[in-house]
């Protein structure tokens, strides 16, 4: 059973940094593309950041990259997004996603499995 858990989550001041994690279990992901999504409060989800759990090869929504990177780590098993220069606008829940079918995969029903979010409030 696939298993996605979110953690660094939590309160910065707008201009500092946090890095998210995704422990990833229950599967060999080689084949999986990885992404983070979120979603700010009455808002709907949506795509930050993808990699291939494969060949590493990342790929960003416009606007995130510069500030955001995704990386995976094949050995620990977990993908991470790290987030600098943070806005009070990247206040959101976000989301570690797995896709088995898709590359390249930024739509939210390309995704199989998702883990519980982890808040991210960025204050002014």
């Known amino acids: 059973q696939v298993q996605l858990v979110e953690s660094g989550g939590g309160l910065v001041q707008a201009g500092g940094s946090l890095r998210l994690s995704c422990a990833a279990s229950g599967r060999t992901f080689s084949r999986y593309e990885m992404g983070w999504f979120r979603q700010a409060p009455g808002k709907e989800r949506k795509f930050v950041a993808g990699?291939?759990?494969?060949?590493?090869?990342?790929y960003y929504a416009d606007g995130m990259k510069g500030r955001f990177t995704i990386f995976r780590d094949t050995v620990k098993n977990t993908v991470s997004l790290q987030m600098n220069s943070l806005k009070p606008e990247d206040t959101a829940v976000y989301y570690c996603?797995?896709?088995?079918?898709?590359?390249?995969?930024?739509?939210?029903?390309?995704?199989?499995?998702w883990g519980q979010g982890t808040q991210v409030t960025v204050s002014s």
């Open positions: 996603a797995a896709a088995a079918k898709y590359y390249r995969a930024v739509s939210e029903n390309q995704y199989d499995y």
């Open positions: 990699i291939s759990w494969s060949t590493g090869a990342t």
